[in-house]
C-alpha cells in the first residue's frame, strides 16, 4: 500500500502526518510541487514482460504525460531480488541529491521509498504498483529500493544525460528509515 509520512528535519522518528489515503497523498505533495497519480494497465502486464508490452498496457498515459511534459525518452527499468548488483545499485542514490530535470517514475510493478528533503520538512514516499511520482528538478532527495529490490517502473526522461545525480554531501538520509521489504504500512 503506498504511503507519505512527512517529518520535520530535525525529528527523524517521530512522523507529523503518515497517511495511505491516495487522495491525501497527492495533495500533500502537490503543496511542494510534487506530482502523484494513480494509473491503470489497458490490459494485463507482468514483470518479465518485454518493455514495448509494459508501455503499450500505459500508452495512453504515457503520451498524455510526454506532450503535457514535453518528455523526449522513455524507457522501462526492470530489478530484481537476484540481481548480483542490487547492493551497488540500492547504494547508488541513498545519499541526498538532486537532478538538473523533473524525476518521473511510474511503478508497473513492486516498490520503492523516494525521501524528498524540503525545509523544514522530510517527506517519505512509499512507491507501490500504479504509482507515477513527478519529483521537480532540483529537489533534494534519495531513493531507496530495498536489499532485496523488486521493481518494474517506467521512466521519463527531457535529456538523455539530464539524469546526473548531483550529490550534496550531507548525511541527512543516513538519519531517517530505510526501506525494507515487507515493512508495515
Known amino acids: 500500500m503506498s504511503r507519505l509520512r512527512i517529518f520535520r528535519e530535525d525529528q527523524p522518528d517521530a512522523p507529523k502526518l503518515s497517511t495511505s489515503d491516495q487522495g491525501e497523498i497527492a495533495r500533500e505533495l502537490a503543496k511542494i510541487g510534487v506530482g502523484f497519480e494513480q494509473w491503470q494497465a489497458s490490459k494485463p502486464v507482468k514483470p518479465g514482460d ?12 504515457i503520451d498524455r504525460i510526454t506532450v503535457e511534459r514535453g518528455f523526449k525518452t522513455v524507457d522501462v527499468v526492470s530489478i530484481a531480488p537476484d540481481n548480483p548488483q542490487r547492493e551497488t545499485m540500492r547504494g547508488k542514490f541513498l545519499d541526498e541529491h538532486y537532478h538538473k530535470e523533473d524525476e518521473v517514475r511510474f511503478f508497473v510493478a513492486g516498490s520503492g521509498l523516494f525521501t524528498l528533503h524540503v525545509e523544514p520538512n522530510v517527506y517519505e514516499i512509499k512507491c507501490e504498483q500504479g504509482d507515477l511520482i513527478s519529483v521537480p528538478d532540483s529537489t533534494l532527495h534519495w531513493f531507496d529500493m530495498g536489499p532485496e529490490p523488486s521493481f518494474v517502473a517506467i521512466r521519463f526522461f527531457t535529456e538523455p544525460d539530464g539524469w546526473v545525480g548531483y550529490f550534496t554531501g550531507t548525511d541527512i538520509a543516513q538519519q531517517f528509515p530505510r526501506f525494507e521489504r515487507g515493512q508495515a504500512g
Not at 50 to 61: F, L, Q, S
Open 50 to 61: 518485454t518493455p514495448e508490452t509494459i508501455m503499450d498496457a500505459y500508452r495512453a498515459d
